[in-house]
């Protein structure tokens, strides 16, 4: 029953907290405004993967757009071209978070008449970015998918990738729908260490309760990845249309004023009367519900 009660303070506090202009002009935070945290859509979250690799690189397989994400903040955005079954032994390029596995500055295909890729970066077993010898396919980067199933890019940008790119680095394919991102780690923190099929059990059980709105209940461990842990046929990214728009928060982690009885803050709570009371702290996790105007 409590429970119950907890989880309906909740929601009439995420309902009624755009309503939360101002405190009293005599009360210690008369210079503050409702934080942001609580009016946010939350469809613009993603659960977060760490990496302790200088790189990060996403792949949009619906923009036909890649980037390459430093460390120092830099980025580097290239048109590509990635894999359709429009065309003879064709498939699609398939979607998930995978790590950088092998690099050949030119490699064979033995299933399509031995025709050389050069800059082979392979992140999905035979499935990996690379340029062709010939010009044709330039016209279709960042345009068309018109691969076999790889990921084409210009010969100037798979060269520059590849010089930059080391084993292990984060490959991120998607199709705009992807649950999950990958952000990078610190070295002085501590992370969370699973074996690949540990991974592939536990990011689908994250989602779910991101999908629930318990993004701020639920455990939310750091999880790091490289290219021991991933193997060559990924990890599930998710979908981002299952994320609701709102999250549930504990009662907790909106402290009514220490001086009203427990037994209070339910009624005031639900009568509305916050602004008679105003004096909120916050819990850390949500930094502050007050930010100085």
Known sequence: MRAYISILSIIFLLIKGSNYKEVPKNDPLANSTINPLLQIDYKNIRDTIYTLKDHVIEINLTTHQGIVRFRNGETKIFPLSGGTRNISKGIETRTGLFTLHWKSKKQYSTQFD????????????????????TNGYYQHLGKKNVSHGCVRMSREDAKEIFDILERGTPVLVHKGENTVTVSFGDTAENYNYYSFNELRKLLPERY????????????????????????ASGLPIGNVENIPTKQIVFTTMVNLNNEIAKEDKLDIIFSGNLE?????????????????K
């Not at 008679?276 to 100085?292: A, E, T």
């Open 208 to 231: 779910s309760a991101f999908y629930n709105g318990r993004y701020f209940i639920d455990n939310k461990e750091k999880i790091i990845i490289d290219e021991n842990n991933v193997n």
């Open 114 to 133: 031995s025709t050389v890729m050069l800059h082979w970066m392979s992140f999905n077993s035979g499935i990996g970015m690379h340029a062709l010898r």
């Open 276 to 292: 008679k009371n105003v004096n909120l702290s916050s819990h850390p996790f949500l930094d502050s519900l007050y930010v100085q």
